[in-house]
């Protein structure tokens, strides 16, 4: 198996006839998906996701891949596919369609249509649209597409089978093999056989739950849980949940009526995706079941179909813990149901948002406690399954996090696969004559997303608020007279998110006068230079004394 090369060069010229496969995103994480696809002197984009900043991001909305390995051959796109609807695979398409307005995308019917909106909210035109569906084909450039249905948490999910006269690429994206869908709609394992007695050259599957035995129990074994909830609550009831599950959402569309409840949705983009599912005929409303305005319900009578359940802060589930909420307040005999996983980097947050609705009464249902929430991934069980069936020549697993890329490699190896990669973003895997091998990688970061900024906001700069808010900082102000370099005033010294009061700078104040004209002597008189020396000086002391490495601000004024 070819673990992840730290030493890498930059890649070398494609060679003709070979395929080139980099990952801008979704290697060693769970979020940001996108992979290019090189042929011929023209890409293919595969998903353009994000990813949900955790506690080490103070200040940012969300994280983009890096376009910037590609932003030179743009005019060289024909086109972005998109696996399915969830954010980490759609909420980028409208930054890159920024940089190129004119790209065409293809997908499946709900994935397009939750597309749309985003481009709107960035008053962007609509593209070229390709709208496929399962056992449909489409040429886009040199690359022959294939769309095969999958099951996931989302509807309308395909696998695309990428042909060039390099051979064969089969990208799963997200994917589960549940055999009672609630909509019917199974993972096409006959189009995967189909493929793979053909000839896969490149097998990219999603290995989110590699590491987790057997299979992912059926979405239909939930219910009897989320009746059991509705059952046994006296109060009103908040299920929480991805703004995308519609899945989800139909079973607690179904317990309300089931119960004779309303729902009330809570969230924009939880009462946006519910319209379109609706319009689209993905979400089946029970008649009178919903609801427009929470005080129009009677407590023991409502349900709120809210989003938050990863924790989000401004998301409606955070404000209610908090007490925030303009219209929703927990009373005891209330129940709250997450009804989703936790991702990698939320526990944090999602627990304490459990713990502040249980505080203000709440009974809290989540998947630790019940069978609330069933994954959307395939386990280990179904991607061996996979492997057996498929039989490809290359595998490189993709989505997933480093332990779940190593865990799907092992089992891709142990069904007798005959080369496993390990790749991380930016790497590049080079298809030829059959066998595939990474040959290089690209310099590729994270792009954050600060309010309207895009991209500006760098590593330092992230640092920097990390120290801000764990650290607090200090300011120190030195005036010298610029005709005879003296010290006139200070330094004066306050600090801000620190315990101690400021008089506790007494001590090192005369150290900092005593250092600042031992270089105002040596003809030093460089604002900057001063400023280091005062720097040094303080942020000795306060690492000493404190304990603490706040942000030091100096400033030296000539008077």
């Not at 959402?249 to 924009?268: I, P």
């Not at 008649?287 to 998301?315: C, F, H, R, W, Y």
């Not at 404000?319 to 991702?343: C, K």
């Not at 370099?485 to 001590?507: L, M, Q, T, W, Y």
Request: glycine share 10%.
């Amino acid at each position: 198996m070819s673990h992840i090369h730290p030493d890498l060069s930059a890649p070398p010229p494609l060679p003709a006839g070979a395929l080139r496969v980099m990952a801008l995103g979704g290697l060693g994480e769970v979020g940001r998906n996108m992979t290019v696809f090189e042929f011929d002197g023209k890409l293919l984009v595969v998903d353009c996701g994000v990813l949900f900043p955790e506690e080490h991001h103070p200040g940012v909305d969300l994280i983009l891949p890096d376009f910037s390995p590609i932003r030179d051959r743009l005019d060289d796109v024909v086109g972005i596919v998109l696996t399915h609807g969830h954010e980490d695979h759609i909420g980028g398409v409208p930054y890159l369609l920024r940089e190129r307005d004119d790209i065409p995308l293809a997908g499946s019917r709900l994935t397009l249509a939750l597309v749309e909106p985003k481009l709107k909210e960035h008053r962007l035109k609509s593209p070229v649209v390709h709208t496929v569906a399962e056992g449909e084909r489409l040429t886009l450039g040199p690359f022959d597409l294939e769309f095969v249905a999958v099951n996931h948490s989302i509807p309308d999910a395909l696998a695309v089978a990428i042909t060039t006269p390099a051979g064969v690429v089969l990208h799963t994206g997200d994917f589960k093999m549940d055999q009672l869908p609630l909509d019917g709609r199974i993972t096409d394992l006959r189009a995967f056989a189909r493929l793979g007695e053909a000839g896969v050259d490149l097998f990219l599957t999603d290995s989110t739950n590699a590491d987790v035995p057997g299979f992912t129990v059926a979405e239909r074994n939930i219910t009897p849980a989320i009746d059991a909830v509705f059952s046994s609550s006296s109060g009103k009831i908040i299920v929480a949940s991805f703004a995308s599950h519609i899945h989800r959402v139909q079973q607690v569309l179904d317990a309300a009526a089931k119960h004779g409840r309303k729902v009330v949705y809570v969230g924009r983009s939880m009462v946006r995706n519910m319209q379109i599912a609706r319009e689209l005929g993905y979400l089946n409303v029970p008649d009178g079941v919903i609801a427009d305005k929470v005080g129009n319900v009677p407590p023991n009578k409502l349900v709120l179909m809210s989003t938050g359940s990863q924790g989000e802060p401004m998301a409606a589930l955070s404000r209610i813990a908090n007490n925030s909420h303009p219209e929703v307040r927990i009373e005891s005999g209330d129940t709250v149901l997450l009804a989703s996983s936790l991702i990698p980097g939320n526990e944090n947050a999602i627990y304490r948002v459990i713990d502040g609705l249980t505080a203000l009464g709440a009974r809290v249902v989540h998947k630790g406690n019940a069978l609330v929430h069933v994954s959307g991934h395939a386990s280990a069980g179904e991607l061996l399954y996979c492997y057996n069936v498929v039989r490809p020549t290359n595998v490189m697993p993709v989505h997933g996090e480093v332990r779940h890329l190593v865990a799907n490699g092992e089992l891709a190896k142990a069904t007798g696969v005959p080369n496993v990669i390990l790749a991380d973003v930016g790497f590049t895997v080079d298809l030829i004559d059959g066998h595939a091998e990474v040959t290089g990688t690209v310099e590729c970061g994270y792009v954050y997303v600060d309010g309207s900024t895009v991209g500006d906001i760098s590593d330092s700069l992230i640092k920097d608020r990390r120290i801000l808010r764990d650290e607090g900082f200090i300011t120190i102000v030195t005036v010298i007279d610029a005709s005879t370099g003296k010290i006139i005033s200070g330094p004066e010294i306050h600090a801000r998110g620190i315990a101690e009061d400021d008089s506790v700078f007494d001590e090192v104040r005369p150290r900092i006068i005593e250092a600042l004209e031992d270089a105002l002597a040596e003809g030093v008189h460089d604002a900057v230079q001063l400023q280091q020396v005062t720097r040094r000086v303080l942020g000795s002391f306060v690492g000493r004394k404190l304990r603490r490495r706040p942000m030091i601000i100096p400033l030296i004024l000539e008077a």
